[in-house]
């Protein structure tokens, strides 16, 4: 659910850079230069958000350097999903004792085999 909601958050982000940049307006010029490439509506801004969480690869997705803060949006987006992952793969304590468990029963030690 944590990721989830990040994806959608920052999708409004995303799609909210996009229209205050004029990207998705019909009228724009023919020499408009959008602040992320092939993000074109409210489910590619979407997509957009869980390929820059995940670093999975934009592929003809990407932001550009029209928009300074959307450079500053991908950095903060990016930071924001290792925060998560680090979160959401740290709270479990089963594996935390499982391990110790393992090391301690575990009757080769490194220091022990000379």
């Known amino acids: 659910m944590t ?5 959608l958050l920052f999708a409004v ?5 996009g229209v205050t940049h004029g990207d998705f307006a019909e009228d724009r010029s ?11 509506d409210f489910p590619t801004a979407f997509l957009f958000s869980l390929e820059t969480q995940h670093t999975i690869g934009y592929g003809g997705r990407a932001v550009t350097s ?3 803060g959307a450079v500053i949006m991908m950095m903060i987006q ?14 479990d304590n089963y594996v935390i004792r499982w391990s110790r468990v393992v ?3 575990c009757p080769y030690s490194a220091t022990s085999h000379s």
Not at 13 to 17: F, T
């Open 13 to 17: 982000l995303w799609w909210i850079i």
């Open 103 to 105: 090391i301690e029963s």
């Open 66 to 68: 029209e928009c300074p």
């Open 3 to 7: 990721f989830t909601l990040t994806w």
């Open 30 to 40: 023919e020499d408009h230069k959008p602040c992320m490439d092939n993000v074109h």
């Open 78 to 91: 990016s930071i924001t999903g290792v925060l998560v992952q680090a979160l959401m793969t740290g709270r």
